[in-house]
């Protein structure tokens, strides 16, 4: 078990722990957030202005992807003027500030995106990572719990929980979360199972 917990700590200084954005493609992004309905509160679906916030967080998007962090936090600025409640906007916002290790203003960040979208998963997952970054192990649980409540059948919350239980000491609990993450087909969940579990 203290092997784990040095393995853990070394990749959390490392920055092995990455946040999620909910960038799967430029298209794909424009086709899902169109279709969202305008009461919710993630949501862009409007004249004008809504199209322009759209066009600033794909420009993001495309900045993020670029590792252009700084210019991507730019453009989600912009979009988040235009629609202050644009959760989405504020994740990855907050996924470009914790790649730049700006910590503090990632997890504001995601607190807004969960507070105007409580099923933003992502968020959820992304606050759960950079809590666990900064040191606060029990409220990464509570959010990785979230996130595993919101899509249970994500590998890698599991496994993201079984590294967090393992660092507060709970093998049983780790290696249970290990081998649901490896019975969903996350790699890193059976390697942590075939190494650390019985």
């Given at each position: 078990?203290?092997?784990?917990?040095?393995?853990?700590?070394?990749?959390?200084?490392?920055?092995?722990?990455?946040?999620?954005?909910?960038?799967?493609?430029?298209?794909e992004?424009?086709?899902?957030?169109?279709?969202?309905?305008?009461?919710?509160t993630?949501s862009?679906?409007?004249?004008?202005?809504t199209?322009?916030?759209?066009?600033?967080?794909?420009?993001?998007?495309?900045?993020?992807?670029?590792?252009?962090?700084?210019?991507?936090?730019?453009?989600?600025?912009?979009?988040?003027?235009?629609?202050s409640?644009?959760?989405?906007?504020?994740?990855?916002?907050?996924?470009?500030?914790?790649?730049?290790?700006?910590?503090?203003?990632?997890?504001?960040?995601?607190?807004?995106?969960?507070?105007?979208?409580?099923?933003?998963?992502?968020?959820?997952?992304n606050?759960?990572?950079?809590?666990?970054?900064?040191?606060?192990?029990?409220?990464?649980?509570?959010?990785?719990?979230?996130?595993?409540?919101?899509?249970?059948?994500?590998?890698?919350?599991?496994?993201?929980?079984?590294i967090?239980?393992?660092?507060?000491?709970?093998?049983?609990?780790?290696?249970?979360?290990?081998?649901?993450?490896?019975?969903?087909?996350?790699?890193?969940?059976?390697?942590?199972?075939?190494?650390?579990?019985?």
């Amino acid at each position: 078990m203290q092997q784990l917990k040095i393995i853990v700590v070394l990749m959390i200084m490392a920055g092995l722990y990455s946040c999620s954005d909910e960038t799967s493609g430029t298209h794909e992004i424009v086709d899902s957030t169109i279709k969202k309905l305008p009461g919710n509160t993630n949501s862009i679906a409007g004249g004008a202005d809504t199209l322009e916030a759209l066009n600033f967080y794909n420009n993001g998007n495309i900045k993020k992807k670029a590792k252009d962090f700084k210019g991507a936090i730019l453009d989600y600025d912009k979009a988040i003027e235009i629609n202050s409640k644009y959760s989405s906007a504020y994740n990855n916002r907050g996924s470009a500030k914790g790649s730049l290790s700006d910590f503090k203003n990632a997890l504001a960040d995601f607190n807004k995106a969960v507070e105007y979208d409580t099923s933003n998963v992502d968020a959820v997952f992304n606050r759960a990572l950079v809590k666990a970054k900064m040191n606060d192990v029990k409220g990464s649980i509570k959010d990785f719990n979230r996130a595993i409540q919101l899509n249970p059948s994500n590998g890698d919350y599991y496994t993201k929980r079984g590294i967090a239980r393992s660092l507060l000491g709970d093998q049983k609990g780790s290696c249970l979360d290990f081998s649901k993450g490896a019975e969903l087909g996350n790699a890193e969940s059976a390697g942590y199972k075939k190494k650390f579990c019985k």
